[in-house]
Structure formats: C-alpha cells, structure tokens
C-alpha cells in the first residue's frame, strides 16, 4: 500500500461509525422507534405469558406475514420505479405501468408466500412424535395481541414508505428481497437445532430474539438507504425532498450527508452552491467516506474551491 492511499479503518472505528449511523437513523425516523416499540411489547407479552420458543416463532411469523401484505400493497402503489437488475422476456422492455406492477407484486407475493409456508408446517410441525406429527398452534389470544400491536406500527411505516417512494424512484430488487431477511432469523434458529424447543434451556429462545433484533435492524437499515437512493434519482428532487436529506445529514448520517452535497453540487432541487456542496462533503469525508473524499480532490483539482 502505497504511503498516498489512507489506511482503512480499524474494526472498533468501523464498528462506532455503524452504531453512530443506526442511532441518527433512529433519531430521525419515528418508525424504526415504533418498530423497536413493537417488538419490545412482543418480547413483553411472549416472556409474560411463558411462550415457547415454539409460540415466539409463531408471533414472528405472523409479524412477517404482515410486512408481507405491506410490502406488495407499496409496490402497487409505486409511481415509478428503477428495473436495475430485472430483464423482459427475449430482452423486452419491462413494463412500469399498472399491470407491470401487479406482475412484480405477484413474484413477490409466490416467492415470499411459498418461503413461509415453509416456514408454518416447520414451525407447526416441527417433531414428530410416536402419534406422528402433531398440529402445535400458539394461545389465539396471545397471538392476536402481538399481531395487532405490530400492525398498528407497520401501518404507520408503510404509509410514510408510500408517500416517500412516490417522490423518487425505488429499486424494485431492492424492494422484493429486503423483507426476506425478517425469515433468516428462523432459518437460522431451525437449523441449529432450535426446532427440538428444548424447555431446558432458555439459550434458542434468547438466541432467536437476538437474531431477530439483528434482522430487523438490518432491513430497516437497509430500505432506508433504498429509499435515500431512490429520492436522490429524482430528476427533480421536490422541497420536502431536500429537507428530508438535511435533517438525516444534520443527525450524522453518511450517506446523506454525501448526497445533499451532490445536490448543491448540481444544483438539483437547490440552488447550486459550492461551498454548501464543500460543508457538506466534509461532513461525510469526515466519516471516512471515499466518495466524499473523492469528490472534494476533484472539486479543488479544477478550482471549483
């Protein structure tokens, strides 16, 4: 390595600008608080009532089938959409009108349904007994609670969704397989042996809800950056736009920060300014982030500053 390019990063250094990204995403995003909120109250009601690591599958489950139906009803309601990554038949172009977003909803619907149905008779039927398997089903109460309680918060999160994906153009790859990493988590659970729902031991069933926690912070963290990436491939990215970005990029988030000084850069959906475009790269460069850095030596190379 040569004495010019910067070293990376130390792990710990990595590790504290993830978790200093992950809190400014929270801070400005009320639903990554409603969605921490409602898997807290699961996690309450689950501990409370002393389910099962059998029945606590169950309630994720049920949890994930309800992204599901929220995740096709925000296809369907897309206004434009990016088709990287998709093909036509015979390398026709893709369809982005109505029939071509019931077409990708209904892909994301086979394959999402066919995983968790998977998913149930695992879970269902998890082992077998010398009656042969049995049908295991959760307390209906119980379970109807934590469902309602997620729904409330997944209402809320696919309407703010909507709203913003009709200001930009989301990537539909992104869009249909983001939500599958809710189910890892139990595919994980299932092939370390979860499924023996050993009552002796509290270990899967801690383990699982760590697992789940990481899942859920992941995709959030992950649909975020789609959506960031969708507002800023607007042509012309409106004013609720900007202010989105400056109040993410305000809260330390890279990505943002990043992206609002492209915006001054080109002027596109604010009036081009230099040393707004400067501030801002700084801001991300300070962070380590190569584009910024990049950006910022080819901006003083032509004597934009």
Same mark, same amino acid.
């Given at each position: 390595?040569?004495?010019? *390019?910067?070293?990376?990063? $130390?792990?710990? =250094? ?9 809190? !400014?995403?929270? #801070?400005? @995003? ?11 109250? !699961? %996690? ?21 089938? %309800?992204?599901?139906?929220? *995740?096709?009803? $925000? ?14 038949? /015979? ?29 149930? #008779? ?8 010398? /009656?042969?398997? *049995? ?15 997620? +729904? ?18 989301? &990537?539909? &790859? ?15 659970? %299932? ?24 899942? @859920? ?10 959506? *960031?990436?969708?507002?800023? $491939? ?22 943002? =920060? ?18 707004? !475009? ?6 991300? +460069?300070?962070?380590?982030?190569? #584009? +910024?850095?990049?950006? %910022?030596?080819?901006? +003083?190379?032509?004597? $934009?500053?």
């Amino acid at each position: 390595m040569s004495a010019e *390019q910067p070293a990376l990063p $130390r792990l710990p =250094q990595r590790i504290a600008r993830l978790v200093r990204s992950l809190a !400014a995403v929270a #801070v400005s @995003d009320g639903s990554t608080s409603s969605l921490v909120i409602a898997n807290l109250l !699961a %996690i309450a009601i689950a501990y409370r009532y002393g389910m099962s690591l059998r029945e606590l599958m169950f309630v994720f489950w049920l949890q994930s089938v %309800i992204i599901g139906v929220s *995740q096709a009803v $925000r296809i369907l309601c897309l206004k434009d959409f990016s088709k990287a990554g998709f093909k036509g038949r /015979y390398g026709a172009p893709l369809d982005k009108t109505g029939p071509g977003k019931i077409n990708f909803a209904l892909q994301f619907v086979i394959v999402y349904g066919f995983a968790h149905l998977i998913l149930f #008779v695992f879970i269902a039927f998890g082992e077998p007994t010398r /009656y042969g398997f *049995q049908l295991h089903v959760p307390p209906l109460g119980e379970l109807l609670v934590c469902g309602l309680t997620f +729904a409330v918060h997944q209402v809320y999160s696919t309407a703010r969704k909507i709203k913003l994906d009709r200001q930009g153009v989301p &990537h539909m &790859h992104t869009m249909m397989s983001a939500p599958l990493v809710r189910i890892l988590p139990m595919h994980a659970t %299932i092939l370390v042996g979860g499924l023996s729902f050993s009552a002796a031991s509290a270990v899967p069933w801690w383990l699982f809800v760590g697992l789940k926690i990481v899942a @859920d912070v992941a995709m959030h963290v992950r649909e975020e950056r789609s959506i *960031q990436e969708a507002l800023f $491939r607007s042509a012309s990215p409106p004013e609720e736009t900007v202010k989105w970005y400056r109040e993410r990029a305000e809260k330390g988030n890279t990505e943002a =920060q990043l992206n609002l000084g492209k915006m001054y850069l080109q002027g596109r959906g604010v009036p081009q300014s230099n040393s707004e !475009a400067l501030k801002w790269l700084r801001r991300a +460069a300070d962070q380590n982030d190569l #584009v +910024a850095k990049t950006l %910022i030596m080819q901006g +003083a190379r032509s004597g $934009r500053w």
